[in-house]
């Protein structure tokens, strides 16, 4: 053995590189084709490959927006009626209400007036617009929420465990859609629930549309001098935007043929 005195050369020469580098081997420092920073590159089976940790990143951010977006989409799925699902036709929602599918469902809107038209359906086109952007989608019909209300602590495990379930999902979601408000026979429980959610999603800021048959004054009259107009208030609220713009669409009959 030759004695040499350089320390550094002595270190290389010990360590073996002979298996590692005939996999991978340094190809020199460049640009990243994706983000232009100086990185490493390396030469692997041929293939020049640039080690970028911000790209990296940004990749695993992307996969993740895209795993929640689909979970979000199937989401939709499970919650939207059957007839829902179909590629919505303009030419067959009301002229009155069509403009509102030009929105991008990041904000809450209302529907109200004449059935038919096909609110409910924009509602759920809405609420799909939601999912897509990786917003968790429910919905649920006013009339359901308030039996589930009701049925809170049934004694039969299916039936509270179901109305549990759906209490907590309208309460968590982070895009719902409460269709039908003030349809069905009003009850004191069932009015008090629903007040407590579009308070509860209102204090929140939570994304929440909502469709009705009536005006604001049906509903006040169909929900009494208490609950009416508490509840009327937050559902205003609830679609008015942060510059303050009111997104309530009426439904006008225009003899379009709906699908509600
Ligand atoms: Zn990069």
Redesign the pocket.
């Known amino acids: 053995m030759t004695t040499t005195t350089n320390p550094t050369q002595t270190q290389i020469m010990d360590f073996d590189f002979s298996r590692f580098t005939k996999l991978i081997q340094p190809d020199g420092r460049g640009p990243?084709p994706?983000?232009?920073?100086e990185?490493d590159f390396f030469l692997s089976g041929g293939r020049r490959i640039?080690e970028?940790t911000?790209?990296r990143t940004e990749e695993t951010a992307r996969l993740k927006i895209e795993k929640r977006r689909e979970v979000c989409l199937a989401a939709w799925h499970d919650v939207t009626p059957m007839t829902f699902l179909r590629e919505i036709e303009p030419m067959r929602i009301s002229a009155s209400i069509r403009p509102a599918l030009n929105l991008d469902g990041t904000s809450g809107v209302g529907f109200s007036g004449s059935s038919g038209g096909g609110k409910t359906r924009v509602a759920y086109a809405l609420l799909r617009k939601a999912a897509e952007q990786g917003l968790k989608p429910y919905s649920v019909s006013a009339s359901e929420y308030r039996l589930a209300a009701a049925n809170r602590h049934h004694s039969d495990n299916a039936i509270r465990n179901e109305s549990t379930s759906i209490l907590r999902n309208s309460r968590n979601c982070q895009a719902l859609l409460i269709d039908d408000i003030g349809k069905g026979a009003s009850t004191a429980v069932g009015d008090e629930a629903l007040y407590d959610l579009l308070n509860e999603r209102r204090d929140n800021e939570m994304l929440t549309f909502w469709t009705t048959n009536g005006s604001g004054e049906w509903l006040k009259r169909r929900l009494g001098p208490d609950m009416g107009p508490a509840i009327l208030r937050r559902m205003v609220d609830l679609v008015t935007t942060s510059e303050g713009k009111r997104q309530v669409f009426v439904c006008e009959p225009d003899g379009k043929e709906g699908h509600e």
Not at 34 to 37: D, E, N, P, V
């Open positions: 990243c994706g983000c232009g920073s990185i640039g970028c911000p790209c």
